[in-house]
């Protein structure tokens, strides 16, 4: 009886004592690992802002590591476009508000951005609809000088990608920090897969974060038709593995649509103020966009979509087919 007993404290005893042992050698190793990342993200973050511009705004004066960690990025952001200019205010005022907003470009990342798209083509409408017509050549000379700067200063789809990033992964230690996540920005807590630890849930977080986002800055040179065609299978392809947080990655492709329509309708608006100069400086309008150039506007205008030529004009209306899928958008100098 007594070796009985023996043997089956023994067959539990061995299994049992496994099982501590790689909860003892994930845990520590999942320890270090988030310090590991911990100072990865430090340095990543800092490389990625020593790539960019000196700063533009008082966002960029105000930006610190510590807003990634603590999730205050986009508040900041939103707080600050709201703050400059108004949509009732002068041209000036305006052009201070899209300056904010570019501004926020550069650490806010996609939530942010996605409210700034809609600014945009607002603020665009409103500078092509209520601050061209009529306006002095030396204004539209500065205007036209600003949406140059403006569309020159738009940061590409790749960085905008990689500071979600780098904001996603910040959040992801901050509700290791915390023990706490009110976003609920990781979908479910640590289970016995993970052996009810939250480093290795925040390890594994990370590095499907990794995954995702590597996945579309690899395709990040294809044509936008077809990042958009690849970015849908890659999303497909994946939606059996379950996220473990609620990253915006896979929402990505929506944005470069988006950011392929602000930059044509930014293009349409410079043109605008190129027929407008022409008009203020030679008394008449041009019977070409050709006569435009290069002294009222660098070069003729192409599609973001696809490089093929952006406006028709005839007879002083101009028009621009913002999306394969829309309809056309038309300016005139004439007040409608």
């Not at 501004?103 to 665009?124: M, P, R």
Request: aromatic residues 8%; hydrophobic residues 45%.
């Amino acid at each position: 009886m007594k070796k009985s007993r023996k043997l089956a404290l023994l067959f539990l005893g061995i299994p049992t004592l496994a099982v501590a042992v790689l909860w003892i050698d994930a845990t520590l190793r999942a320890a270090a690992a988030v310090r590991a990342e911990d100072a990865r993200l430090e340095k990543d973050i800092a490389a990625w802002r020593s790539r960019r511009p000196a700063p533009r705004s008082q966002l960029k004066a105000r930006a610190r590591l510590e807003n990634f960690r603590s999730g205050a990025m986009v508040a900041e952001c939103m707080v600050l476009m709201g703050s400059r200019g108004s949509r009732t205010g002068t041209a000036d005022e305006l052009i201070a508000t899209i300056d904010a907003s570019l501004a926020g470009f550069e650490e806010c990342g996609l939530e942010f951005i996605d409210n700034s798209y809609f600014f945009h083509n607002n603020a665009l409408e409103m500078l092509r609809e209520r601050f061209i017509r009529g306006a002095s050549s030396k204004d539209l000379r500065t205007l036209a000088s600003a949406l140059d700067r403006q569309i020159e200063s738009r940061i590409p789809i790749r960085e905008i990608l990689e500071a979600q990033l780098l904001i996603e992964r910040a959040e992801v230690l901050r509700v290791l920090r915390r023990k706490a996540d009110p976003t609920k920005f990781i979908t479910r807590p640590p289970g016995w897969r993970d052996f009810f630890s939250w480093n290795i849930t925040a390890v594994k977080a990370v590095a499907q974060l990794d995954d995702r986002y590597r996945r579309l800055q690899e395709i990040d040179a294809a044509s936008i038709e077809e990042w958009r065609s690849r970015a849908r299978a890659i999303v497909e392809s994946l939606e059996a593995e379950p996220m473990r947080t609620r990253s915006l990655w896979k929402d990505a492709y929506h944005y470069r649509m988006d950011e392929a329509r602000t930059q044509a309708l930014w293009r349409f608006t410079r043109a605008a103020v190129a027929l407008a100069h022409f008009h203020a400086e030679q008394g008449r309008d041009a019977a070409r966009l050709e006569e435009l150039l290069p002294k009222y506007l660098p070069e003729l205008p192409v599609h973001p979509w696809d490089g093929s030529p952006l406006l028709e004009y005839e007879d002083g209306l101009l028009k621009v087919h913002s999306l394969p899928w829309e309809g056309w958008m038309d300016w005139t100098l004439r007040k409608p």
